[in-house]
């Protein structure tokens, strides 16, 4: 099922959608299960309900470790490049990974996790944090990785919603000059908890931090007193392997949760084939674990698959703006993987940045996360591709588990901002406002997936009734994306953004719901509507109308003081860029916010407004446009 030709893409394309069950129960076949699965899928969109091998038994971390014992032990698999380039990188073999995932599982069981329990963590791109996940993995607790960008408030309703029993969690992180405060912050968002029995803490800035006894354990001093020797859980393929929490376009993040087997062949496969890794290469993805790109493409694919992972703790602008060019050079990365935002604020930077580190390694390159517009495709292909990498421009989501449209390295022609085709298996269908299905070429709608693939969410932790209003309601029998795509002549898909109320800042699903009412806590708030406008590096970035209860002395007291509230309940990555005061919103008859005016305001598109005829107060658009920023 190998592919190395465009013809071939064609025929396994074909071949995967006319039989699925026989394709992925192929693909399961060559990994390590302790019962291989007969029974391949069991399915209803309706209901939703979706089982890949549902009598297979298997840890996903023999698969990602034991099995490499014997011929990889010794190879890399983890390099890790500290924030500073000062600090010496870490290699670590498959061998010692392997030793210290047992070791801190042995530690987890001994604080009384088993199997099914909720873990949070909430640590910086150390080694350990993908140590933690794989521990979790190993004894068949649910690992809840938090972002650790996100404030406490954000941090103790994540704990609360899937009511964690421990926090993974270090003294401090370092990111670029600045040293954060992890445990602080953490403790803060505890005393909004009260499932947490046991906080591990692991030493990174040897900052004081406050440790509570009874609670609070040291990492090291837990590690020094465990085995190394810790047989893995069995799990059935559907039991939970995570929970990733992700922004809706309502209400409060949705808890997606991916279960074992599936997510695991899925995975392994889609990292494969779509960058074509070969053995000893060494692949680096600049994302953080704490969003799903580093679940499945820093930590499980790439292990899986035997590869040489690079986790980076920094940022690209510490400590200048040649950062990753650095890495790329030292470390002789060969597959790169980042996100449009950062090649759009690399693009800015002098073109020294880049020239003075030697790329000649770079075989791949790779983007997610939002879509890359032309210029900057172009910028990462001529500059650091040098012409002759391959652009992957991989489409998908935390929901997807997965690589779902991408084209596949070297194999697939490249059209610039397109995700180009399917993964194979996967069976893409744009829809028409109406719901049916457009056939024809060049034709733009939602799009939706027809067909399951086995890395797909399972359910909404807690809520089921949200997962099948979210994604299986608005199409009914298809799982319905949040993302408007245009298919071309050759069949090729371009996605061109949200058709929901989620916004993607710098490649961050955010909510407008979830930012409206942290800024309706400010007590001289009265109603807020946030909504998304173009961005030279972010992509989108927030704009804010805050109706208010009074007339306000200071507006930038306020808005300050709305900055800071949105840092503390969500985090920095939400604050709005623009915060306009508004005497009233532009709503229809019956109460509801027509967010496209106020999009286009915010994007400064105001010549052609629309049929605003069905506005309670036609005159408040005029008002908000004349004190628009
Ligand atoms: C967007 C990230 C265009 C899209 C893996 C999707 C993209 C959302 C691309 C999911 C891409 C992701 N081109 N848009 N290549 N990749 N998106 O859950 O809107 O953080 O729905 O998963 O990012 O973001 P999430």
């Not at 990492?219 to 929970?243: P, R, T, V, Y």
């Not at 899986?304 to 890495?327: H, Q």
């Not at 916004?503 to 009265?526: M, P, R, Y």
Request: with cysteine; proline share 5%; glycine share 8%.
């Amino acid at each position: 099922m190998e592919i190395s030709s465009f013809d071939q893409y064609h025929q396994v394309y074909k071949n995967s959608v006319e039989d699925p069950e026989k394709f992925w129960g192929d693909l399961s076949k060559e990994f390590k299960w302790h019962k291989e699965p007969e029974n391949i899928l069991q399915w209803d969109f309706n209901k939703p309900e979706v089982r890949w091998f549902e009598d297979g038994q298997l840890n996903i971390t023999e698969n990602c470790l034991d099995r490499h014992l014997d011929d990889k032990g010794d190879q890399t698999a983890i390099i890790w490049e500290a924030n500073d380039p000062g600090e010496a990188p870490r290699h670590i073999t498959y061998r010692e990974l392997f030793d210290e995932v047992c070791r801190f599982a042995n530690v987890l069981k001994r604080n009384g996790l088993e199997k099914g329990d909720r873990v949070c963590i909430y640590m910086p791109m150390v080694p350990e944090l993908a140590i933690a996940v794989l521990a979790c993995a190993r004894i068949g607790a649910v690992h809840s990785v938090v972002f650790a960008g996100f404030s406490s408030t954000a941090l103790a309703d994540r704990i609360n919603d899937s009511q964690c029993k421990m926090l993974l969690t270090s003294d401090g992180s370092f990111r670029g000059k600045k040293t954060i405060d992890l445990k602080a912050i953490a403790d803060e968002g505890l005393k909004k908890c009260t499932s947490i029995q046991k906080v591990v803490v692991l030493k990174r800035t040897n900052g004081a931090v406050h440790m509570e006894p009874g609670r609070d354990l040291w990492w090291h001093d837990e590690m020094e007193k465990a085995d190394s020797q810790c047989d893995a859980e069995i799990m059935g393929a559907e039991d939970l392997l995570f929970i990733l929490y992700t922004s809706g376009s309502t209400g409060k993040p949705k808890g997606m949760v991916h279960t074992c087997g599936g997510y695991m062949v899925n995975v392994t496969y889609t990292f494969k084939t779509v960058f074509q890794y070969q053995p000893g290469e060494v692949y680096w993805c600049t994302a953080d674990i704490g969003w799903i790109t580093g679940h499945s493409y820093i930590v499980y694919g790439p292990l899986s698959a035997g590869a040489t992972t690079l986790m980076f703790e920094g940022v690209p602008s510490y400590p200048d703006m040649g950062r990753f060019w650095e890495v790329v050079a030292r470390h002789k990365v060969n597959i790169f993987y980042t996100a449009p935002t950062a090649i759009r604020a690399l693009e800015k930077a002098d073109l020294s940045f880049v020239n003075k580190h030697d790329l000649s390694s770079l075989r791949v390159l790779g983007t997610v996360g939002e879509p890359i517009n032309a210029e900057a495709w172009h910028w990462y292909d001529q500059n650091i591709g040098k012409g002759r990498c391959p652009i992957v421009d991989t489409w998908w989501q935390t929901e997807t588990g997965g690589i779902m449209i991408s084209p596949l390295a070297g194999i697939t022609p490249l059209k610039p901002t397109y995700a180009t085709l399917p993964m194979p298996g996967v069976q893409p269908v744009l829809m028409d406002e109406n719901g049916q299905p457009l056939e024809k070429a060049n034709q733009e709608g939602r799009l939706c997936i027809e067909f399951p693939w086995p890395s797909m969410a399972r359910t909404i932790y807690g809520n089921h009734q949200r997962f099948k209003e979210t994604y299986f309601s608005a199409y009914p029998g298809y799982y319905f994306t949040g993302d408007g795509c245009r298919r071309d002549n050759d069949g090729f898909y371009r996605i061109t953004g949200r058709v929901d109320d989620v916004i993607i800042v710098s490649g961050h699903n955010l909510g407008t719901a979830e930012i409206e009412s942290a800024i309706d806590e400010h007590q001289k708030v009265v109603e807020t509507a946030v909504v998304g406008f173009p961005h030279d590096i972010k992509g989108n970035a927030i704009y804010a109308y805050v109706i208010t209860r009074d007339q306000i002395d200071d507006e930038d007291v306020l808005r300050s003081e709305i900055l800071a509230l949105v840092s503390e309940t969500i985090g920095p990555i939400a604050k709005p860029e623009k915060i306009q005061f508004v005497p009233g919103l532009p709503k229809t008859r019956s109460g509801k916010i027509m967010r496209r005016i106020l999009r286009k305001i915010a994007s400064k598109e105001t010549e052609n407004l629309g049929d605003i005829s069905t506005l309670l107060d036609p005159s408040v658009v005029e008002e908000i446009m004349a004190g628009a920023i």
